[in-house]
């Protein structure tokens, strides 16, 4: 192809060679970089992903075990490999009536594996009272736990209860004291 100058000082047939790092942000039109081609700094927040839940979930069991809340993030694939993730839960609490204790755990899994127990939130189950609200935060990193390269994660909210009842797990009005509950994971540059 012939190389040419036209009138308007554009150039025609000709790709000059770029290097890696000739090019600065400054000289970049407006919207000209993607997201996949951002560089994210160690600390930085990378995306925020989140499931909001406003109702209440009965878990009627007579096992001291982990039960499905059905409530998940996910599945969604990082946008990096090797990310941490702030997993957080807030707001709306959990109803057991009198001598019944609740603990709340959150479980992970990759692709269309079966979930596996990351911990609980809490430290300990809960006083017999009810009403608990529900807060708890963790850090998962799935590289370093579970030698993730690719695929989609889910990560699942479980509840336990003990003392032989039934549990309304996701209460969220009383007497406009809580509200709506938040179950997120925050992906963290590494």
């Known amino acids: 192809m ?23 942000t400054a000289k970049l039109a407006n919207g000209a970089a993607t997201q996949e081609k951002r560089t994210y700094a160690a600390g930085e927040i990378i995306q925020v992903l989140y499931s909001v839940h406003s109702g209440n979930s009965n878990i009627s069991t007579s096992s001291d075990a982990d039960v499905a809340t059905g409530i998940t993030i996910g599945p969604f694939t990082p946008k990096q490999v090797n990310s941490n993730f702030l997993i957080s839960l807030n707001g709306g609490c959990w109803d057991g009536g009198s001598g019944v204790q609740g603990i709340t755990a959150v479980y992970v899994s990759y692709g269309s594996g079966s979930p596996s127990s990351m911990g609980y939130f809490d430290s300990s189950f809960s006083a ?4 608990q609200p529900h807060s708890g935060q963790m850090v998962h990193n799935p590289q370093s736990s579970n030698g993730y390269s690719s695929g989609t994660i889910t990560y699942h909210l479980y509840h336990r209860e003990r003392g032989g009842g039934s ?4 209460y969220y009005y009383e007497g406009g004291v809580t509200g709506p509950m938040t179950f997120s994971a925050m992906e963290i540059a590494a």
């Open 2 to 24: 012939p190389i040419t100058i036209n009138g308007d000082g554009t150039i025609t047939g000709y790709t000059p060679p770029i290097a890696d790092g000739s090019i600065t």
């Open 128 to 131: 017999s009272y009810r009403f």
């Open 167 to 170: 549990t309304q797990y996701t």
